[in-house]
């Protein structure tokens, strides 16, 4: 059984950073891409990331752009967002998940519990 297990959320003030973890076990992390996904409360799920499973190619939402970055730890089975210059409308539950490589959250199929963000103004 593939388990997503994500950490590092928090309270931050706008400008500021924070890294989430994502440790995965149940397959071979280094054969699957991962990616990134949040959703705020009464909004859909949106798509924030994905990396490929060498870490060689990643790709983002304009959102985010510039501010975040994904990375990978093959070797820890993780997965990391590392968020910079926070805004409010960053607040949202973060997730990570595995399966695919696309902007789409159902190309996905499996998916940690999430991680709360929120970033006070």
């Known amino acids: 059984q593939v388990q997503l297990v994500e950490s590092g959320g928090g309270l931050v003030q706008a400008g500021g950073s924070l890294r989430l973890s994502c440790a995965a076990s149940?397959?071979?992390?280094?054969?699957?891409?991962m990616g990134w996904f949040r959703q705020a409360p009464g909004k859909e799920r949106d798509f924030v990331a994905f990396?490929?499973?060498?870490?060689?190619?990643?790709s983002y939402a304009d959102s985010v752009k510039g501010r975040f970055t994904i990375s990978r730890d093959n070797a820890k089975n993780t997965v990391y967002l590392q968020m910079n210059s926070l805004k409010p409308d960053d607040t949202a539950v973060y997730y990570c998940?595995?399966?695919?490589?696309?902007?789409?959250?159902?190309?996905?199929?499996?998916w940690g519990q999430g991680t709360q963000v929120t970033v006070s103004s």
């Open positions: 998940a595995t399966g695919g490589m696309a902007p789409s959250a159902s190309a996905y199929d499996y």
């Open positions: 149940g397959r071979t992390f280094s054969s699957y891409a």
């Open positions: 990396i490929n499973y060498r870490g060689t190619v990643t």
